[in-house]
């Protein structure tokens, strides 16, 4: 604050009143003064003083709890074996105990004499040669699985029923002459199957196979059982001059 200065310029003179309020004035001044500085100095104090401290209790923070381990499974008990046989002790028959023989050579009448009924000792007779080991025939050998060739040992079969093919018309017309070969099985039962032409022609194969299918024979035989064999037959074909 500016401080007023009251300048009593010479030759003039102050009136009371004039004086009282110049006085007022000052002491209002000086106490604005002390007054600010003791707010001041309040105030410091009041920054200064420090605050209370305070302690923060926290709950203590439980830990989680493992989770049990879950049971292990179940083991299956082990299968026992069985004890093994036990074998039983092999006993040998004690050996037959023959009659001692009389070394003295017998006369029919004392002991060791070989005749029954005569002398008072019993004779042993002649024995008896054992019998001879009873001979297993040989098994028998399996039947061939067939369709097989003929066996060496085997009967060929033989036709019932063997009517020959008809000369095509169109194979005439052309003037094909030729010999057609055809192959097939004969089965246990007679019947002719699995027809196959080796040698033909294609005017022909057709009537061939189909009179070939028709035939019937009795089947093989091989040690006395049928058997199914394959066979090949040769039809001609020759047209007449």
């Given at each position: 604050m500016s401080k007023r200065r009251w300048q009593v310029q010479p030759g003039t003179s102050l009136s009371a009143r004039q004086r009282s309020a110049a006085w007022?004035?000052?002491?209002?001044?000086?106490?604005?003064?002390?007054?600010?500085?003791?707010?001041?100095a309040h105030a410091e104090r009041l920054v200064?003083?420090?605050?209370?401290?305070?302690e923060l209790t926290l709950p203590p923070i439980e830990e989680p709890k493992p989770e049990p381990?879950?049971?292990?499974?179940?083991?299956?008990?082990p299968v026992k074996a069985p004890p093994p046989p036990v074998a039983k002790p092999h006993t040998q028959a004690p050996p037959r105990e023959e009659p001692p023989s009389d070394p003295s050579p017998?006369?029919?009448?004392?002991?060791?004499?070989?005749?029954?009924?005569l002398g008072t000792g019993a004779g042993t007779g002649p024995q008896r040669p054992a019998p001879p080991p009873a001979i297993t025939p040989p098994p028998p050998k399996p039947l061939p699985i067939g369709p097989v060739q003929l066996p060496e040992n085997a009967t060929a079969p033989v036709a019932l029923s063997k009517p020959s093919p008809v000369y095509p018309e169109?194979?005439?017309?052309?003037?094909?002459?030729?010999t057609v070969v055809v192959k097939y099985v004969?089965?246990?039962?007679?019947d002719v199957t699995n027809v196959r032409i080796l040698k033909g022609h294609p005017?022909?194969?057709?009537?061939?196979?189909?009179?070939?299918?028709?035939?019937?024979f009795s089947p093989a035989m091989h040690e006395g059982h049928p058997i199914a064999v394959f066979h090949v037959s040769r039809i001609p074909f020759v047209l007449k001059k």
């Open positions: 007022v004035g000052a002491s209002g001044a000086v106490a604005a003064v002390f007054v600010a500085g003791a707010a001041f200064s003083v420090e605050a209370p401290e305070v381990e879950p049971p292990p499974p179940p083991q299956p008990e017998g006369n029919g009448i004392g002991p060791g004499s070989g005749e029954p009924g169109a194979a005439r017309t052309e003037g094909i002459e030729m004969v089965t246990e039962r007679g005017l022909l194969d057709a009537d061939v196979m189909r009179v070939v299918k028709s035939w019937r």
